[in-house]
């Protein structure tokens, strides 16, 4: 470097307390780049360690999601092959007591004929009616949904 640049005005400085100096300024940022540096590689190493078990959890995940759709789309299955069996069954063939027209065969199934009345209710009023009173314990005196007395409740 030109001396000339570097004094300071005003100021003599001898060349080798300068150079001490700027050696000194030198040496600060140096060691502050080392450092840095070994930071660097540390952080690097913790990053390469991360992606390692970020890729290992991401493969396990996309295994344990495919066993998960595997175990779904069985029951699945399984639900249908126990529900839908007995509400899908066919009803058998032959059994149409020879009438040609399918309309006239399903017709005859609802236990009468359309357009004519249904079975009558029977009539219950020739029984005679007895009144008996019962005592309730306390358990039962309240409803075990809501808690009201059983005086309170009122039809709906």
Do not use: W, Y
């Amino acid at each position: 470097m030109n001396a000339t640049l570097l004094e300071i005005p005003g100021q003599t400085v001898c060349g080798s307390r300068r150079e001490a100096e700027l050696s000194a300024l030198v040496e600060r940022p140096l060691g502050e780049v080392a450092q840095l540096r070994g930071e660097v590689a540390e952080l690097r190493q913790q990053v390469g360690c991360c992606k390692g078990m970020f890729e290992r959890a991401k493969r396990k995940n996309e295994k344990l999601q495919k066993e998960i759709d595997e175990l779904r789309a069985e029951n699945r299955q399984l639900k249908d092959k126990l529900f839908a069996a007995k509400s899908e069954k066919k009803r058998p063939q032959g059994r149409s007591n020879g009438l040609d027209d399918s309309q006239q065969a399903c017709e005859g199934r609802g236990g009468h004929q359309p357009g004519s009345p249904g079975p009558r209710r029977r009539e219950h009023s020739h029984l005679p009616v007895v009144e008996e009173i019962v005592e309730l314990s306390f358990d039962e005196r309240v409803c075990p949904m809501c808690g009201k007395p059983a005086g309170e409740m009122t039809e709906t």
